[in-house]
């Protein structure tokens, strides 16, 4: 009778527990971790309609969560005559915490049929160390979660005048011992530059001792130009990881990070004025260096003729040298190449020229001359070329050589007669049409209405009403409509404006965002190389488009004026490159 009555009274107790606790509970997968290491939340919920649990309370305790994975089952059961379906829902949140001590997971609220039920609270031991499993005796340093990957930015200059060259380190440290990983963003992001050109990018992998310990090192470079004076500022270098390791139980953990450094603060000095004539806006050190690619010279027959103008600075503020006057050659227009040194702001840009001697007899090529203001000297300085003494064989026949490179209109005036039984060449277009002086036919009254005519302007009609439409309600059509009209009414502007390589360049850069429906505002040339790139425009085209928007840059870079000339030849340029990127990205997104 007693064993009856106690066993009775502990199913009472049970059921009152049970009834108590609800139909909701939470577990956690470990009761000790480490500061910044993940571990799981799981809250279980049964009955037939079940809420999203309120995470509010674990979020103002200072625990960091991210999404949750979900998992839930459904059961029907029929007694009686009834049916009732029952589910079971499991949400499993990954979870850290960034500070040491015992921290309690307060109670989570889940409503389940209406009724909101509440989970038991927990604690948590959060200590600083990590568990590296096993380690050698002499190693006793307490490891932690910053110890095993941290990241730092730096650049090697705080101080700079406009356009000077700084070059931005960033590295991230991995620690090269216990089977450390670490998993990063696909795709790195940088830190925000505003007021800077980005130049040169590199990345390199080493290996350094730090604080006594061993880290692999993953190397950011980039090079930054300032493009205006005052205090700037490289914004902090910020992303998220996971640090990976094994424990004293060989068992895989993972502790989710915000990397995150300081920004850095730059000075930028502006330039002395008033900037002397022929400043295209270079601001370092230079060297300038002037070959012949041959030692004899025979009169009519080019040669190369090469400068280099290397040393440390923005290669885009590096213009062409002004060649002294010589009457006895004529140049071409050069070919370009940058080099860029890796890991440096060290360049090297190559003018290639066709010299084609036209006298014969001694002459002598005067120092190329170019232009630059010295950080270190603080004034603009001119660096020189050496002088290049030629002697020049005349040619085996003097009446008549060749000199490569004529301008364009002695081209179209010169005119070579063939008359060797060939038809001479039919200028006037009248001729080759021949006129009839039958009278032509005019169409009937009844004619200009028949069915057909009326059919064809109702459809007409009809498809202009929907071209239209489709104008108002589609953003990224009307751009493409309107792109080339609106380019070409801002280039036939440009020359007459106060500023024309502005104008010039907003006229560009506006014409490609309708064309590929972007954001056109702040484009800069590499970005524009970029999104013709993803959109599959052709590297010559792209090629184009590029120099000319960097040839607009160089201009407002440098703070000098364009002449009327070179406005309309950059202008004529930018216009047959936006014909041809019209023909090109309309059949693409045809």
Known sequence: MRCGTLIIICAAFVAAVAQAQGPVSMDVSARRVSMNEVFHISITANGSEISEPDMQDVIDAGIRLDTPSHRSSTSI???????????????????SISQEGMVTIPRISVTVDGQEYFTQPKEIEVTRTVDMGARPPDDTAEL???????IRAATDK??????EPLLLRLRLYVLDQFYVSLETPRRMPMPETHGFQTGQQWQESYSEMYAGRRYRVTELSQVLYPTTSGDLTVGAWEWQGGVRWFNS????????????????????????????????????????????????????APVRFNIT????????????????????????????????????????????????????????????????????????????????????????????????GGSAEEQRRRIEVYDDGLLPIITDPQVVFSVSTRPGRRLGFLTMFSPVVTLALLIATVFTLKHRRRLLRDTGYA?????????????????????????????????IGDMLNINEAGLTSSEVEAVLSEAQVPEALRSVVVRSLKACERARYAGRGTSKEEATALCSAVRDAVEQLHELLREKQS
């Open 144 to 150: 932690t979660i910053e110890d095993l990957a941290f």
């Open 309 to 404: 103008i290397s040393g440390e600075g923005n290669p885009n503020a590096i213009s062409a040298p002004s060649l002294p006057e010589m009457p006895w050659a004529h140049f071409s227009d050069p070919e370009v190449e940058t080099q860029q040194q890796q890991n440096s702001t060290e360049v090297q840009k190559h003018f290639s020229y066709l010299l084609t001697p036209l006298r014969a007899g001694l002459q002598e090529i005067p120092p190329v001359q170019f232009l630059y203001f010295s950080p270190e000297s603080k004034e603009y300085v001119t660096a020189y070329g050496p002088a290049i003494p030629v002697e020049i064989q005349p040619a085996s026949d003097s009446d008549t050589f060749v000199a490569i």
């Open 479 to 511: 751009r493409r409509y309107y792109a080339k009209s609106t380019c070409i009414k801002r280039l036939d502007a440009a020359t007459a404006a106060e500023d024309p390589t502005d104008s010039l360049y907003r006229a560009l850069t506006g014409f």
């Open 249 to 300: 139980r060989r068992q895989p953990q993972t502790a989710a990070r915000v990397f995150e450094t300081n920004p850095v603060q730059i000075t930028v000095l502006p330039l002395p004025t008033p900037r002397p004539s022929g400043f295209s806006g270079a601001v370092g050190r230079f060297d300038v260096d002037a070959r012949l690619n041959a030692e004899h010279l025979t009169q009519g």
């Open 158 to 163: 705080r101080v700079v005048y406009n356009g």
């Open 77 to 95: 059961q029929t007694i009686g005559g009834e049916t009732a379906v029952t589910q079971s829902r499991t949400w499993r949140y990954p979870a």
